[in-house]
């Protein structure tokens, strides 16, 4: 199936997880990928493996805190790939801790990758993505953000983490009503747990407690969060799904 031929897609997060495997599922419905992320190694090992399956890919290392850098990789996306019809902001990072002993710098971590990353990526692209809708044979350019169920329920030791969560659903809310005459959909996917690398870089007792907490459940795979990406961005463009959880089964939050 081709269903995105002829369109670029950039993924944010695209090393690994959920990035990676949703690069992977544009690809193989037809779309070239850019792929932005800090690890050029990893990149570079994901854009092998889409183009190994017959896909085309872009790696474009570039920290989506920076500004300047992510406006410098789009241009070069647009450059290079002709164009920019989709975007998932997925590059995220979680920290777990009740915030009287939370670290400040965790905190500040969460607001610069969660928050000021999807400002930035999302500023530097709307153009482009009107650009592309306005000449598409689709008739339609998305804009996804990958959120979390802590968007929806805020719970003890992830504050800040749900407050980053919230804070960009809302905006792609707003982003929403702002693009609707110009054909541009915007969307939230919002996963549950997902067996990825993202808790990987909690201290100990902090991964101690998200084990505890997850225990017994079947995790969700990265691959399940890109089928829900896909479905977003496949639909008739008379479609917009705008919000859609994606919880494990066992999940009780």
């Known amino acids: 199936m081709t269903e995105l031929a002829g369109t670029v897609a950039l993924v944010t997060g695209a090393s690994s997880g959920i990035g990676a495997a949703t690069a992977a599922a544009l690809a193989a419905q037809?779309?070239?990928?850019a792929l932005m992320a800090r690890r050029a190694d990893r990149l570079d090992e994901v854009k092998a493996d889409i183009e190994s399956a017959g896909g085309t890919a872009l790696a474009v290392p570039a920290d989506v805190t920076d500004a300047d850098q992510v406006g410098a990789a789009v241009q070069r996306i647009v450059h290079e790939l002709g164009r920019l019809d989709t975007v998932v902001n997925n590059a995220g990072l979680m920290r777990m801790a009740p915030a009287v002993e939370?670290?400040?710098?965790?905190?500040d971590d969460l607001v610069r990758v969660n928050v000021q990353g999807v400002l930035y990526?999302?500023?530097?692209?709307?153009?482009?993505?009107?650009?592309?809708?306005?000449?598409s044979p689709r008739g339609v350019a998305d804009l996804v953000t990958i959120s979390s169920t802590a968007g929806w329920v805020a719970r003890p030791g992830t504050a800040v983490y749900s407050l980053t969560k919230f804070g960009v659903n809302a905006f792609s809310e707003g982003i929403r009503q702002e693009?609707?005459?110009?054909?541009?959909?915007?969307g939230v996917v919002g996963p549950g747990t997902v067996d990825?690398?993202?808790?990987?870089h909690l201290p100990p007792d902090r991964r101690e407690a998200f084990d505890r907490q997850t225990a017994g459940m079947v995790k969700l795979a990265p691959e399940d969060i890109a089928d829900a990406v896909l479905y977003v961005v496949t639909r008739n463009r008379r479609v917009a799904v705008n919000h859609m959880l994606v919880r494990a089964a066992e999940q009780t939050w």
């Not at 990825?196 to 990987?200: H, Q, R």
């Open 196 to 200: 990825t690398e993202i808790s990987d």
């Open 179 to 186: 693009l609707i005459g110009k054909r541009v959909r915007v």
């Open 102 to 107: 939370a670290p400040l710098q965790d905190w």
């Open 30 to 33: 037809g779309a070239a990928v």
């Open 121 to 135: 990526v999302t500023r530097a692209a709307i153009p482009h993505l009107i650009d592309a809708a306005a000449d």
